[in-house]
Protein backbone atom coordinates (compact mmCIF):
# COMPACT_ATOMS: atom_id res chain seq x y z
CA UNK A 1 0.00 0.00 0.00
CA UNK A 2 1.12 3.61 -0.64
CA UNK A 3 1.90 5.67 2.15
CA UNK A 4 0.29 9.14 2.05
CA UNK A 5 2.36 11.51 3.96
CA UNK A 6 0.73 14.70 5.49
CA UNK A 7 2.12 18.06 4.75
CA UNK A 8 3.54 20.10 7.68
CA UNK A 9 0.43 22.41 6.77
CA UNK A 10 -1.83 19.47 7.21
CA UNK A 11 -0.42 18.29 10.53
CA UNK A 12 -0.17 21.67 12.53
CA UNK A 13 -2.67 21.86 15.47
CA UNK A 14 -3.51 25.34 16.95
CA UNK A 15 -1.58 26.04 20.26
CA UNK A 16 0.38 23.48 19.64
CA UNK A 17 4.31 23.98 20.23
CA UNK A 18 7.57 22.91 19.78
CA UNK A 19 9.44 24.47 22.57
CA UNK A 20 8.42 26.52 26.22
CA UNK A 21 10.44 29.33 27.45
CA UNK A 22 10.07 31.41 30.67
CA UNK A 23 7.56 34.02 30.67
CA UNK A 24 8.73 37.55 29.68
CA UNK A 25 10.35 39.72 32.24
CA UNK A 26 11.10 42.64 30.71
CA UNK A 27 8.83 45.24 28.84
CA UNK A 28 7.80 43.65 25.35
CA UNK A 29 7.66 46.07 22.25
CA UNK A 30 5.23 45.08 19.44
CA UNK A 31 6.03 44.62 15.86
CA UNK A 32 4.48 47.67 15.17
CA UNK A 33 6.44 49.57 17.28
CA UNK A 34 9.19 48.11 16.00
CA UNK A 35 8.97 47.95 12.11
CA UNK A 36 8.26 50.63 9.72
CA UNK A 37 4.34 50.71 8.55
CA UNK A 38 5.28 49.63 5.18
CA UNK A 39 6.92 46.19 5.60
CA UNK A 40 4.35 45.03 8.38
CA UNK A 41 2.36 42.21 7.55
CA UNK A 42 -1.73 43.37 6.87
CA UNK A 43 -2.50 39.60 7.70
CA UNK A 44 -1.45 37.11 9.99
CA UNK A 45 1.20 34.58 8.38
CA UNK A 46 0.08 30.94 8.20
CA UNK A 47 2.44 28.48 9.90
CA UNK A 48 1.72 25.60 11.15
CA UNK A 49 1.86 24.34 14.93
CA UNK A 50 3.54 21.76 15.76
CA UNK A 51 5.54 20.35 18.99
CA UNK A 52 9.03 19.08 18.43
CA UNK A 53 8.59 15.43 18.08
CA UNK A 54 6.38 15.92 14.91
CA UNK A 55 8.66 17.97 13.51
CA UNK A 56 11.57 15.59 13.75
CA UNK A 57 9.39 12.56 13.15
CA UNK A 58 8.16 14.27 9.47
CA UNK A 59 11.99 15.23 8.65
CA UNK A 60 13.60 12.12 9.71
CA UNK A 61 10.92 9.90 7.65
CA UNK A 62 11.13 12.52 4.53
CA UNK A 63 15.40 11.87 4.70
CA UNK A 64 14.53 8.30 4.28
CA UNK A 65 13.06 8.51 0.62
CA UNK A 66 16.51 9.69 -0.87
CA UNK A 67 17.76 6.69 -2.67
CA UNK A 68 21.55 6.58 -2.88
CA UNK A 69 24.54 4.40 -3.67
CA UNK A 70 24.68 3.95 0.09
CA UNK A 71 20.93 2.32 0.26
CA UNK A 72 20.40 0.50 -2.93
CA UNK A 73 22.21 -0.68 -6.66
CA UNK A 74 22.43 2.20 -8.79
CA UNK A 75 22.84 1.40 -12.62
CA UNK A 76 22.33 4.62 -13.90
CA UNK A 77 24.02 4.39 -16.91
CA UNK A 78 27.15 6.84 -17.64
CA UNK A 79 26.42 7.79 -14.20
CA UNK A 80 28.89 5.87 -12.61
CA UNK A 81 27.31 6.11 -9.56
CA UNK A 82 30.16 3.59 -7.51
CA UNK A 83 30.41 3.41 -3.89
CA UNK A 84 32.52 5.77 -2.67
CA UNK A 85 34.69 4.99 0.54
CA UNK A 86 34.04 6.89 3.56
CA UNK A 87 37.33 7.10 4.54
CA UNK A 88 38.35 9.52 1.53
CA UNK A 89 35.05 12.00 3.27
CA UNK A 90 37.63 11.70 6.59
CA UNK A 91 40.47 12.12 5.01
CA UNK A 92 38.92 15.37 3.14
CA UNK A 93 37.81 16.61 6.26
CA UNK A 94 41.17 16.82 8.18
CA UNK A 95 40.89 20.19 9.54
CA UNK A 96 44.25 21.23 7.98
CA UNK A 97 42.50 20.69 4.57
CA UNK A 98 39.32 22.28 5.61
CA UNK A 99 40.35 25.13 7.84
CA UNK A 100 42.75 26.60 4.75
CA UNK A 101 41.70 29.63 3.22
CA UNK A 102 42.36 29.90 -0.74
CA UNK A 103 44.04 33.85 -0.08
CA UNK A 104 46.74 32.00 2.09
CA UNK A 105 50.22 32.77 1.35
CA UNK A 106 51.71 29.70 -0.56
CA UNK A 107 54.17 29.15 1.50
CA UNK A 108 51.59 28.02 3.92
CA UNK A 109 49.67 25.97 2.08
CA UNK A 110 52.17 23.99 0.72
CA UNK A 111 50.89 20.57 1.60
CA UNK A 112 47.53 21.43 -0.66
CA UNK A 113 49.73 22.66 -3.22
CA UNK A 114 51.98 19.17 -3.35
CA UNK A 115 48.73 17.32 -3.54
CA UNK A 116 47.35 19.42 -6.63
CA UNK A 117 50.87 18.33 -7.89
CA UNK A 118 51.16 15.00 -6.53
CA UNK A 119 47.13 14.55 -8.09
CA UNK A 120 48.42 16.00 -11.65
CA UNK A 121 51.20 13.25 -11.77
CA UNK A 122 49.09 10.68 -11.15
CA UNK A 123 46.39 11.48 -13.76
CA UNK A 124 49.97 11.86 -16.68
CA UNK A 125 50.60 8.65 -15.50
CA UNK A 126 46.69 7.11 -15.77
CA UNK A 127 45.80 9.07 -18.84
CA UNK A 128 49.57 10.06 -20.84
CA UNK A 129 48.90 13.29 -21.28
CA UNK A 130 51.45 16.13 -20.20
CA UNK A 131 49.62 18.55 -18.17
CA UNK A 132 46.56 19.02 -16.26
CA UNK A 133 44.87 21.45 -14.67
CA UNK A 134 41.84 20.83 -11.87
CA UNK A 135 40.09 23.97 -12.40
CA UNK A 136 37.11 22.53 -14.11
CA UNK A 137 33.89 22.09 -11.42
CA UNK A 138 32.02 19.61 -13.83
CA UNK A 139 32.80 16.96 -16.69
CA UNK A 140 30.58 19.51 -18.99
CA UNK A 141 33.04 22.43 -17.66
CA UNK A 142 35.83 20.53 -18.65
CA UNK A 143 34.65 19.52 -21.94
CA UNK A 144 34.35 23.25 -22.45
CA UNK A 145 37.15 24.03 -21.15
CA UNK A 146 38.75 21.89 -23.65
CA UNK A 147 37.24 23.48 -26.38
CA UNK A 148 38.45 26.53 -25.24
CA UNK A 149 42.17 25.81 -25.22
CA UNK A 150 41.43 23.81 -28.52
CA UNK A 151 39.95 26.88 -30.07
CA UNK A 152 42.95 29.58 -28.54
CA UNK A 153 45.05 26.99 -30.19
CA UNK A 154 43.69 26.75 -33.78
CA UNK A 155 43.56 31.12 -33.25
CA UNK A 156 47.03 31.20 -32.46
CA UNK A 157 48.20 29.55 -35.46
CA UNK A 158 45.83 31.90 -37.52
CA UNK A 159 43.64 28.85 -38.26
CA UNK A 160 40.39 31.07 -38.17
CA UNK A 161 38.56 29.29 -40.60
CA UNK A 162 38.49 26.15 -38.18
CA UNK A 163 34.54 26.09 -36.87
CA UNK A 164 33.10 22.56 -36.62
CA UNK A 165 33.80 20.05 -34.12
CA UNK A 166 32.72 16.55 -35.32
CA UNK A 167 30.40 14.70 -32.66
CA UNK A 168 29.64 11.06 -33.07
CA UNK A 169 26.03 10.05 -32.65
CA UNK A 170 27.27 8.06 -29.58
CA UNK A 171 29.08 10.61 -27.68
CA UNK A 172 27.72 11.37 -24.31
CA UNK A 173 24.63 14.18 -24.30
CA UNK A 174 26.72 16.86 -22.94
CA UNK A 175 29.50 16.98 -25.90
CA UNK A 176 27.18 18.64 -28.43
CA UNK A 177 25.79 20.63 -25.99
CA UNK A 178 29.28 21.90 -25.19
CA UNK A 179 30.21 22.31 -29.06
CA UNK A 180 27.53 24.75 -28.98
CA UNK A 181 28.16 26.78 -26.06
CA UNK A 182 31.86 27.13 -27.01
CA UNK A 183 30.40 28.62 -30.57
CA UNK A 184 31.01 25.80 -32.94
CA UNK A 185 28.85 23.98 -35.30
CA UNK A 186 28.07 20.53 -34.44
CA UNK A 187 28.48 17.70 -37.62
CA UNK A 188 26.97 14.32 -36.36
CA UNK A 189 29.03 11.28 -37.40
CA UNK A 190 26.87 8.31 -37.68
CA UNK A 191 27.50 5.14 -36.10
CA UNK A 192 28.17 1.93 -38.42
CA UNK A 193 26.73 -1.76 -37.54
CA UNK A 194 28.72 -2.80 -34.92
CA UNK A 195 28.34 0.49 -32.65
CA UNK A 196 31.71 2.55 -34.04
CA UNK A 197 32.33 5.73 -35.49
CA UNK A 198 31.58 5.06 -39.27
CA UNK A 199 34.99 5.86 -40.72
CA UNK A 200 33.91 6.38 -44.04
CA UNK A 201 31.35 9.21 -42.77
CA UNK A 202 34.21 10.66 -40.83
CA UNK A 203 36.79 10.59 -43.72
CA UNK A 204 33.60 12.67 -45.76
CA UNK A 205 33.15 14.77 -42.73
CA UNK A 206 37.20 16.36 -42.01
CA UNK A 207 37.79 18.84 -43.84
CA UNK A 208 40.00 22.52 -43.74
CA UNK A 209 36.77 23.66 -41.03
CA UNK A 210 37.46 20.79 -38.61
CA UNK A 211 38.52 22.41 -35.43
CA UNK A 212 38.26 18.54 -33.70
CA UNK A 213 36.93 15.77 -33.25
CA UNK A 214 35.34 15.41 -29.56
CA UNK A 215 35.05 11.49 -29.31
CA UNK A 216 33.54 9.62 -25.90
CA UNK A 217 35.79 6.14 -25.59
CA UNK A 218 33.94 3.70 -24.56
CA UNK A 219 30.88 5.44 -26.04
CA UNK A 220 27.95 5.46 -24.45
CA UNK A 221 27.10 2.22 -26.11
CA UNK A 222 30.03 0.60 -23.64
CA UNK A 223 31.83 0.04 -26.57
CA UNK A 224 35.70 0.67 -27.21
CA UNK A 225 36.16 2.30 -30.50
CA UNK A 226 37.43 -0.33 -32.52
CA UNK A 227 39.20 1.76 -35.37
CA UNK A 228 40.47 4.31 -33.22
CA UNK A 229 43.75 4.69 -34.62
CA UNK A 230 42.56 5.40 -37.80
CA UNK A 231 40.10 8.01 -36.53
CA UNK A 232 42.71 9.86 -34.68
CA UNK A 233 44.99 9.78 -38.07
CA UNK A 234 42.14 10.83 -40.69
CA UNK A 235 41.33 13.91 -37.90
CA UNK A 236 45.22 15.00 -37.32
CA UNK A 237 45.85 14.67 -41.36
CA UNK A 238 42.91 17.12 -41.54
CA UNK A 239 44.58 19.64 -39.26
CA UNK A 240 41.64 18.84 -36.27
CA UNK A 241 42.55 17.86 -32.77
CA UNK A 242 41.31 14.96 -30.86
CA UNK A 243 39.08 16.08 -27.39
CA UNK A 244 38.53 12.18 -25.71
CA UNK A 245 35.17 12.80 -23.22
CA UNK A 246 36.86 10.36 -20.83
CA UNK A 247 34.10 10.12 -17.87
CA UNK A 248 34.30 6.92 -19.09
CA UNK A 249 38.21 6.36 -18.12
CA UNK A 250 36.96 3.91 -15.46
CA UNK A 251 36.38 1.06 -18.08
CA UNK A 252 39.77 1.46 -19.07
CA UNK A 253 42.37 3.07 -17.01
CA UNK A 254 45.27 1.08 -16.12
CA UNK A 255 45.02 -0.98 -19.68
CA UNK A 256 45.04 1.68 -22.36
CA UNK A 257 45.35 5.12 -22.44
CA UNK A 258 43.75 8.05 -24.10
CA UNK A 259 47.35 9.97 -24.74
CA UNK A 260 48.56 6.30 -26.41
CA UNK A 261 45.27 6.60 -29.03
CA UNK A 262 46.38 10.07 -29.91
CA UNK A 263 44.36 11.97 -28.35
CA UNK A 264 45.01 15.94 -27.94
CA UNK A 265 42.93 16.97 -25.04
CA UNK A 266 41.37 14.67 -22.19
CA UNK A 267 38.67 15.48 -19.54
CA UNK A 268 38.09 13.13 -16.48
CA UNK A 269 35.52 13.10 -14.13
CA UNK A 270 37.40 12.49 -10.92
CA UNK A 271 33.45 12.40 -8.96
CA UNK A 272 32.76 9.59 -10.58
CA UNK A 273 35.81 7.43 -11.98
CA UNK A 274 37.69 8.00 -9.37
CA UNK A 275 35.03 7.57 -6.75
CA UNK A 276 33.71 10.76 -5.21
CA UNK A 277 30.17 11.40 -4.67
CA UNK A 278 28.31 13.49 -7.12
CA UNK A 279 24.79 14.58 -8.34
CA UNK A 280 21.84 16.72 -7.54
CA UNK A 281 24.39 19.80 -8.37
CA UNK A 282 27.06 18.68 -5.84
CA UNK A 283 30.40 19.76 -6.42
CA UNK A 284 32.67 18.01 -8.98
CA UNK A 285 36.00 18.20 -10.71
CA UNK A 286 36.38 17.58 -14.26
CA UNK A 287 40.71 17.72 -14.50
CA UNK A 288 41.31 18.79 -17.96
CA UNK A 289 44.91 17.23 -19.60
CA UNK A 290 46.58 17.92 -22.55
CA UNK A 291 49.20 17.08 -25.04
CA UNK A 292 52.75 19.60 -24.40
CA UNK A 293 51.75 21.91 -27.91
CA UNK A 294 48.22 22.81 -25.68
CA UNK A 295 49.88 23.28 -22.44
CA UNK A 296 50.62 26.93 -22.90
CA UNK A 297 46.55 27.59 -23.58
CA UNK A 298 45.26 25.73 -20.18
CA UNK A 299 43.91 28.03 -17.57
CA UNK A 300 46.21 29.87 -15.29
CA UNK A 301 47.54 29.12 -12.94
CA UNK A 302 49.35 25.66 -12.84
CA UNK A 303 50.21 24.13 -9.59
CA UNK A 304 54.55 23.38 -10.58
CA UNK A 305 57.64 22.92 -8.06
CA UNK A 306 61.17 24.27 -7.84
CA UNK A 307 63.91 23.94 -5.38
CA UNK A 308 61.03 21.34 -3.40
CA UNK A 309 58.83 24.57 -3.33
CA UNK A 310 54.95 24.33 -4.54
CA UNK A 311 53.94 27.59 -6.14
CA UNK A 312 51.05 28.82 -8.62
CA UNK A 313 52.72 29.56 -11.45
CA UNK A 314 50.93 31.98 -13.81
CA UNK A 315 53.19 32.59 -16.70
CA UNK A 316 51.23 31.54 -19.23
CA UNK A 317 51.02 34.36 -21.84
CA UNK A 318 48.57 32.65 -24.07
CA UNK A 319 46.14 31.39 -21.24
CA UNK A 320 41.92 31.47 -22.06
CA UNK A 321 42.24 32.90 -18.54
CA UNK A 322 40.68 30.99 -15.52
CA UNK A 323 37.42 29.50 -15.76
CA UNK A 324 36.87 28.73 -11.82
CA UNK A 325 36.79 30.47 -8.79
CA UNK A 326 40.60 30.11 -7.06
CA UNK A 327 41.87 26.66 -8.02
CA UNK A 328 38.72 24.77 -8.56
CA UNK A 329 37.13 21.90 -6.05
CA UNK A 330 39.23 21.03 -3.58
CA UNK A 331 37.77 18.46 -1.02
CA UNK A 332 36.82 16.47 -4.10
CA UNK A 333 40.66 16.54 -5.54
CA UNK A 334 41.81 15.57 -1.52
CA UNK A 335 38.81 12.89 -1.97
CA UNK A 336 40.19 11.58 -5.51
CA UNK A 337 43.59 11.72 -4.22
CA UNK A 338 42.78 9.48 -1.74
CA UNK A 339 40.94 6.94 -3.57
CA UNK A 340 44.13 6.52 -6.33
CA UNK A 341 46.46 6.31 -3.52
CA UNK A 342 44.69 3.51 -1.81
CA UNK A 343 43.92 1.78 -4.99
CA UNK A 344 47.19 2.03 -5.97
CA UNK A 345 48.24 0.91 -9.97
CA UNK A 346 46.95 -2.49 -9.85
CA UNK A 347 43.99 -1.44 -7.82
CA UNK A 348 42.86 0.90 -10.56
CA UNK A 349 43.62 -1.30 -13.05
CA UNK A 350 41.54 -3.89 -11.15
CA UNK A 351 38.48 -1.53 -10.89
CA UNK A 352 38.29 -1.60 -14.69
CA UNK A 353 38.60 -4.82 -15.14
CA UNK A 354 35.55 -5.07 -12.41
CA UNK A 355 33.71 -3.08 -14.12
CA UNK A 356 33.63 -5.01 -17.21
CA UNK A 357 33.48 -7.90 -15.96
CA UNK A 358 30.31 -6.81 -14.28
CA UNK A 359 28.54 -5.32 -16.95
CA UNK A 360 29.41 -8.60 -19.56
CA UNK A 361 28.03 -10.86 -16.73
CA UNK A 362 24.46 -8.42 -16.26
CA UNK A 363 24.10 -8.32 -20.00
CA UNK A 364 24.33 -11.95 -20.21
CA UNK A 365 21.79 -12.53 -17.92
CA UNK A 366 19.29 -9.91 -19.32
CA UNK A 367 20.01 -11.37 -22.82
CA UNK A 368 17.41 -14.21 -22.18
CA UNK A 369 14.90 -12.06 -21.53
CA UNK A 370 16.00 -8.64 -23.83
CA UNK A 371 17.21 -7.26 -26.83
CA UNK A 372 20.41 -6.08 -26.36
CA UNK A 373 21.35 -4.32 -29.71
CA UNK A 374 25.10 -4.55 -30.95
CA UNK A 375 26.15 -8.00 -29.93
CA UNK A 376 29.89 -7.54 -28.63
CA UNK A 377 31.95 -7.12 -25.13
CA UNK A 378 31.23 -4.19 -23.54
CA UNK A 379 32.82 -2.22 -21.31
CA UNK A 380 31.37 -0.28 -18.56
CA UNK A 381 28.01 -0.33 -19.54
CA UNK A 382 25.50 -1.40 -21.97
CA UNK A 383 22.15 -0.38 -23.64
CA UNK A 384 18.86 -2.75 -23.54
CA UNK A 385 16.42 -1.62 -26.33
CA UNK A 386 12.96 -1.97 -24.93
CA UNK A 387 11.79 -1.90 -28.59
CA UNK A 388 10.11 -5.35 -28.27
CA UNK A 389 8.11 -5.09 -24.72
CA UNK A 390 6.81 -1.21 -26.15
CA UNK A 391 5.44 -3.28 -29.08
CA UNK A 392 3.58 -5.35 -26.30
CA UNK A 393 2.61 -2.30 -24.27
CA UNK A 394 5.15 -1.41 -22.16
CA UNK A 395 8.14 1.13 -22.65
CA UNK A 396 11.53 1.09 -21.57
CA UNK A 397 9.82 4.20 -18.68
CA UNK A 398 7.31 1.53 -17.53
CA UNK A 399 9.91 -0.87 -17.46
CA UNK A 400 12.15 1.91 -15.24
CA UNK A 401 8.81 2.50 -12.24
CA UNK A 402 8.82 -1.62 -12.24
CA UNK A 403 12.16 -1.35 -11.17
CA UNK A 404 11.19 1.23 -8.50
CA UNK A 405 8.66 -1.39 -7.29
CA UNK A 406 11.52 -3.63 -6.77
CA UNK A 407 13.28 -1.81 -4.95
CA UNK A 408 16.10 -0.38 -7.55
CA UNK A 409 17.08 2.70 -9.00
CA UNK A 410 16.38 2.51 -12.84
CA UNK A 411 19.37 3.18 -15.06
CA UNK A 412 19.09 5.97 -17.52
CA UNK A 413 16.30 5.81 -20.21
CA UNK A 414 16.09 7.24 -23.75
CA UNK A 415 19.93 7.28 -24.10
CA UNK A 416 21.78 6.91 -26.40
CA UNK A 417 19.47 8.29 -28.99
CA UNK A 418 20.04 5.87 -31.40
CA UNK A 419 18.89 2.69 -29.70
CA UNK A 420 15.10 2.96 -29.40
CA UNK A 421 13.98 2.61 -25.96
CA UNK A 422 16.83 2.99 -24.19
CA UNK A 423 17.71 1.60 -20.91
CA UNK A 424 21.62 2.24 -20.28
CA UNK A 425 22.90 0.40 -17.71
CA UNK A 426 25.59 0.54 -15.65
CA UNK A 427 26.19 -1.65 -12.99
CA UNK A 428 30.04 -0.44 -11.65
CA UNK A 429 32.75 -2.15 -10.17
CA UNK A 430 32.02 -2.15 -6.57
CA UNK A 431 28.46 -4.13 -6.62
CA UNK A 432 28.63 -7.92 -5.84
CA UNK A 433 27.52 -10.65 -7.56
CA UNK A 434 24.75 -11.47 -5.23
CA UNK A 435 23.31 -7.50 -6.21
CA UNK A 436 23.36 -8.52 -10.16
CA UNK A 437 21.63 -11.93 -9.94
CA UNK A 438 18.99 -9.62 -7.87
CA UNK A 439 18.88 -7.62 -10.11
CA UNK A 440 18.56 -9.47 -13.60
CA UNK A 441 16.10 -11.54 -11.21
CA UNK A 442 13.77 -8.28 -10.64
CA UNK A 443 14.40 -7.69 -14.68
CA UNK A 444 13.33 -11.52 -15.25
CA UNK A 445 9.80 -10.71 -13.28
CA UNK A 446 9.25 -7.19 -14.94
CA UNK A 447 9.55 -9.45 -18.36
CA UNK A 448 7.11 -12.24 -17.24
CA UNK A 449 4.65 -9.21 -16.31
CA UNK A 450 4.80 -7.50 -19.55
CA UNK A 451 3.61 -10.87 -21.23
CA UNK A 452 0.86 -11.47 -18.69
CA UNK A 453 -0.52 -7.90 -18.25
CA UNK A 454 1.48 -5.09 -19.71
CA UNK A 455 -1.18 -2.70 -19.87
CA UNK A 456 -0.91 -3.57 -15.55
CA UNK A 457 2.78 -3.09 -15.80
CA UNK A 458 2.42 0.63 -17.53
CA UNK A 459 0.44 2.11 -14.67
CA UNK A 460 3.11 1.10 -12.16
CA UNK A 461 4.55 2.13 -10.03
CA UNK A 462 2.76 0.64 -7.00
CA UNK A 463 4.42 0.34 -4.40
CA UNK A 464 6.29 3.83 -4.12
CA UNK A 465 5.75 6.94 -2.33
CA UNK A 466 4.03 8.73 -5.35
CA UNK A 467 2.39 7.16 -7.96
CA UNK A 468 2.59 7.74 -11.79
CA UNK A 469 3.01 11.40 -12.34
CA UNK A 470 1.99 13.24 -15.29
CA UNK A 471 5.33 14.01 -16.18
CA UNK A 472 4.66 16.71 -19.03
CA UNK A 473 2.29 18.51 -16.22
CA UNK A 474 4.68 18.50 -13.57
CA UNK A 475 7.49 19.62 -15.39
CA UNK A 476 5.24 22.67 -17.11
CA UNK A 477 3.48 23.13 -14.36
CA UNK A 478 5.22 21.99 -11.64
CA UNK A 479 3.17 22.95 -7.88
CA UNK A 480 6.33 23.47 -5.57
CA UNK A 481 4.90 25.17 -2.30
CA UNK A 482 1.76 24.58 -0.52
CA UNK A 483 -0.88 27.15 -1.30
CA UNK A 484 -3.55 27.33 1.17
CA UNK A 485 -7.46 26.17 -0.48
C1 LIG B 1 30.47 10.32 -20.79
C2 LIG B 1 30.15 11.55 -20.00
N1 LIG B 1 30.61 12.75 -20.41
C3 LIG B 1 30.36 13.88 -19.73
C4 LIG B 1 29.61 13.87 -18.58
C5 LIG B 1 29.30 15.17 -17.91
O1 LIG B 1 29.81 15.22 -16.61
P1 LIG B 1 29.18 16.20 -15.51
O2 LIG B 1 27.84 15.63 -15.18
O3 LIG B 1 30.12 16.16 -14.37
O4 LIG B 1 29.07 17.56 -16.11
C6 LIG B 1 29.09 12.65 -18.11
C7 LIG B 1 28.28 12.63 -16.87
O5 LIG B 1 27.84 11.64 -16.37
C8 LIG B 1 29.37 11.46 -18.82
O6 LIG B 1 28.91 10.29 -18.43
Known sequence: ???????????????????????????????????????????????????????????????????????????????????????????????????MHPCQPEHTVQGALELYYNMEQHLKEVTGMDRFTMQPAAGAHGELTGLMVIQAYHRHRGDHQRNKVLVPVTAHGTNPATVTMAGYEVVQIPADERGNVDLEALKEAVDETTSALMLTNPSTLGLFEEEILDIAKVVHEAGGLLYYDGANLNAIMGYVRPGDMGFDVVHLNLHKTFSTPHGGGGPGTGPVGVKERLIPFLPKPLVDKKDDQFYFDYDLPNSIGKVQSFYGNFGVVVKAYNYVCMMGADGLKQASTDAVLNSNYLATL????????????????????????????????DIAKALLDRGFHPPTVYFPLIVDEALMTEPNDTESKETLDAYARAMEEIARAIDEDAEKVAAGPYYTVVGRLDEVRAVRNPILRWQKE
Do not use: W
Not at 7 to 29: Q, T
Not at 81 to 87: A, E, I, L, S, T
Open 366 to 397: LQDNYYIPYDRIRKHEFVVSAKPEKKKGASAA
Open 1 to 99: MRKQKALLFEMGRAGRCGYSLPSNDVPEKSLSELLPKNVQREEQLELPELSEVEVIRHFTELSTRNFGVDTGFYPLGSCTMKYNPKVNEEVAALPGFTH
